[in-house]
Nanobody, 114 residues
Framework: QVQLVESGGGLVQPGGSLNLSCAAS????????MGWYRQAPGKQRELVAE???????NYADSVKGRFTISRDNAKNTMYLQMNSLKVEDTAVYYC????????WGQGTQVTVSS
């Protein structure tokens, strides 16, 4: 059974930082494309960042220069370091495995507010 478990969300002030984690089980993590999506209230779900099995990365324009995606294949874990957070980054963040978004985590809430 595939499980993707996100953690690290919370409430932070604008300009602050958070580091999200996604622990994967039930898949051969090292060969999977992985990504972070987010969904804000009243908005469509959007891709935030993605990382291939070889470590190539891609980011949404809105987070470039502020967010960093990484993976540790030995720990079956993916990360999203989020710096210089803005109010508009407030959303539920989801971990995804597979280029076709085959598997999803349950999501973790990130709230940026003063």
């Amino acid at each position: 059974q595939v499980q993707l478990v996100e953690s690290g969300g919370g409430l932070v002030q604008p300009g602050g930082s958070l580091n999200l984690s996604c622990a994967a089980s039930g898949i051969i993590f090292s060969i999977y494309y992985m990504g972070w999506y987010r969904q804000a209230p009243g908005k469509q779900r959007e891709l935030v960042a993605e990382i291939t099995r070889t470590g190539s990365t891609n980011y949404a324009d809105s987070v470039k220069g502020r967010f960093t995606i990484s993976r540790d294949n030995a720990k079956n874990t993916m990360y999203l370091q989020m710096n210089s957070l803005k109010v508009e980054d407030t959303a539920v963040y989801y971990c995804v495995a597979g280029r076709s978004a085959d598997y999803w985590g349950q999501g973790t809430q990130v709230t940026v507010s003063s």
